[in-house]
């Protein structure tokens, strides 16, 4: 089940502020949402391609909330 579009804003906000602290030099930062229970993220700086990963689905699925069709595949011919 997909998250209403202020929930999902509100994850992408944590999220880049979480990319924010990283590059400012934090070790270890830490995303909590509740999603049918506590679900807690950990991101450091080894683990950065994931949280921009993290950001990117968020950002498709802000796309898809707002009635949009998001990134589909690009094709070469």
Not at 8 to 18: C, G, P, Q, S, T
Not at 19 to 29: D, N, P, Q, S, Y
Not at 37 to 47: E, L
């Amino acid at each position: 089940m997909m998250a209403d579009l202020a929930t999902l804003e509100l994850r992408l906000a944590e999220a880049e502020l979480a990319k924010h602290k990283l590059a400012l030099g934090e070790k270890v930062v830490l995303l909590s949402y509740s999603a049918e229970g506590t679900n807690t993220r950990q991101f450091n700086q080894a683990s950065l391609p994931l949280l921009n990963t993290y950001i990117s689905e968020l950002k498709a699925e802000i796309t898809r909330a707002k009635g949009g069709r998001g990134r589909g595949p690009i094709y070469f011919g």
